[in-house]
């Protein structure tokens, strides 16, 4: 089994900062890409930031100079630093790892999500 579990999520008011982390544990064999996903009720879910087990990066185009995601493979840890924070960014973010467990091949995992609000 491979659980990812989330923290840093909170109330911040615009201009603020916050920093998520996420840490994938269980029978892991390697990890892919880790990435932060979020939504807002009603709408689908949208790709925020990813990053690749050799250090590529890929942003939304909302987030792109304000956010930041990096990782470190050593401790299977994936982090958004998100500054500039704008009220348009209150959602449910999403911690995904793309996952190989021990005897088995490569599946997507995802976190129980940590509630972002950013007050005007």
């Known amino acids: 089994q491979v659980q990812l579990v989330e923290s840093g999520g909170g109330l911040v008011q615009a201009g603020g900062s916050l920093t998520l982390s996420c840490t994938a544990s269980?029978?892991?064999?390697?990890?892919?890409?880790m990435g932060w996903y979020r939504q807002v009720p009603g709408k689908q879910r949208e790709l925020v930031a990813v990053i690749t087990s050799g250090g590529s990066t890929n942003y939304a185009d909302s987030v792109k100079g304000r956010f930041t995601i990096s990782r470190d493979n050593a401790k299977n840890t994936v982090v958004l630093q998100m500054n500039s924070l704008k009220p348009e960014d209150t959602a449910v973010y999403y911690c995904n790892a793309v996952v190989r467990p021990y005897g088995s091949t490569y599946k997507d995992y995802w976190g129980q999500g940590t509630q972002v609000t950013v007050s005007s």
């Open positions: 269980g029978t892991i064999f390697s990890i892919d890409a």
